[in-house]
Nanobody
Framework: QVQLVESGGGSVQPGGSLRLSCAAS????????MDWYRQGPGKQRELVAA???????AYADSVKGRFTISRDNAKNMVYLQMDSLKPEDTALYYC?????????????WGQGTQVTVSS
């Protein structure tokens, strides 16, 4: 029932900016920790940014100072603002969360949105 849908990806030159959006249904984002992951060509999926219910945030060292994760509880959405983009940021970006149903924890992923940074 939980669905996460990413949008906002595209192509940009180095130094440019993009804002990714994650629209959630079947879940209230204000009471779940939400994450952004990415997977570049030939690379493993890695955690980029995370936000807790209390709006504490954490970032991968490679994006600190450049990326910002946030949420809009009224719209039930999560965002990833990406500034000063570098070619190594090129990847498929995924929205992610976990749900406890009383018996087990389940992972939920969006379909991904492509970000390409090149000159």
């Amino acid at each position: 029932q939980v669905q996460l849908v990413e949008s906002g990806g595209g192509s940009v030159q180095p130094g440019g900016s993009l804002r990714l959006s994650c629209a959630a249904s079947g879940i209230i984002v204000s009471i779940y920790a939400m994450d952004w992951y990415r997977q570049g060509p030939g690379k493993q999926r890695e955690l980029v940014a995370a936000i807790t219910r209390g709006d504490n945030t954490a970032y991968a060292d490679s994006v600190k100072g450049r990326f910002t994760i946030s949420r809009d509880n009224a719209k039930n959405m999560v965002y990833l603002q990406m500034d000063s983009l570098k070619p190594e940021d090129t990847a498929l970006y995924y929205c992610h969360t976990k749900q406890w149903n009383g018996a087990q924890i389940r992972d939920f992923w969006g379909q991904g949105t492509q970000v390409t940074v090149s000159s």
